[in-house]
């Protein structure tokens, strides 16, 4: 069984930075699309960012210059920094990959259980 394991989430001031990380773990046979979302209260969900194949990178245009997407395939882990946070910022940040568990089954969506990110003086 597939599992997505988030951390770094916390609370930090205006300005300041955190770096989120999630590692999956399981039967994977390819991981195609790794990205992070997040959900403020009273809010949908969105993309915050993702990472596909040839190393195309996506932002939502509100963390454009100040997040930065990565992922480090041989360990199945993706990363988010995020630099000069603002208060609006702050939300549930939850993980998400598309991946195979083996060659004869399709991609299909993974999700992490969501860490808290707080802005805040």
């Known amino acids: 069984q597939v599992q997505l394991v988030e951390s770094g989430g916390g609370l930090v001031q205006p300005g300041g930075s955190l770096r989120l990380s999630c590692a999956a773990s399981?039967?994977?046979?390819?991981?195609?699309?790794m990205g992070w979302y997040r959900q403020a209260p009273g809010k949908q969900r969105e993309l915050v960012a993702n990472?596909?194949?040839?190393?195309?990178?996506n932002y939502v245009d509100s963390v454009k210059g100040r997040f930065t997407i990565s992922r480090d395939n041989a360990k199945n882990t993706v990363y988010l920094q995020m630099n000069s946070l603002k208060s609006e910022d702050t939300a549930v940040y939850y993980c998400?990959?598309?991946?195979?568990?083996?060659?004869?089954?399709?991609?299909?969506?993974?999700w992490g259980q969501g860490t808290q990110v707080t802005v805040s003086s």
């Open positions: 998400k990959m598309n991946l195979r568990v083996n060659r004869a089954t399709p991609s299909e969506a993974y």
């Open positions: 990472i596909i194949s040839g190393g195309i990178t």
């Open positions: 399981g039967s994977i046979f390819s991981i195609y699309v």
